[in-house]
Nanobody, 122 residues
Framework: VQLQAFGGGLAQAGGSLRLSCAASGRTVSGYAMGWFRQAPGKEREFVGAISWNGATTYYADAVKGRFTISRDSAKKSVYLQMNSLKPEDTAVYYC????????????????WGQGTQVTVSS
């Protein structure tokens, strides 16, 4: 599986961005997908995830209510809609795939995509 995240860029505080993650290779429709981010000098952190069928979503407290994850299995894509952006959302964002129908914080992802930079100015 190859994952490619794109859609990052520069946004002002309070603005919005939409990230996409496209998968190629084996089917990903039966697996949970997630988003992580890593800010300069910080460890990579969990942002959110979505179950295999999109019925269940999971969010970190820092983004709950502002970010929304969705997926389109036919397009083998996952999306991260980011609203009400804050400067502290500035980071490289990564998508990831985890074997299993639902996301588990106890397990590390099985595949990682290349990141896309998101910069939020104040």
């Amino acid at each position: 599986v190859q994952l490619q995240a794109f859609g990052g860029g520069l946004a002002q505080a309070g603005g919005s961005l939409r990230l996409s993650c496209a998968a190629s290779g084996r089917t990903v429709s039966g697996y949970a997908m997630g988003w992580f981010r890593q800010a300069p000098g910080k460890e990579r952190e969990f942002v959110g995830a979505i179950s295999w069928n999109g019925a269940t979503t999971y969010y970190a407290d820092a983004v709950k209510g502002r970010f929304t994850i969705s997926r389109d299995s036919a397009k083998k894509s996952v999306y991260l809609q980011m609203n009400s952006l804050k400067p502290e959302d500035t980071a490289v964002y990564y998508c990831a795939l985890q074997f299993g129908s639902s996301w588990s914080s106890a397990r590390t992802p099985n595949y990682w995509g290349q990141g896309t930079q998101v910069t939020v100015s104040s």
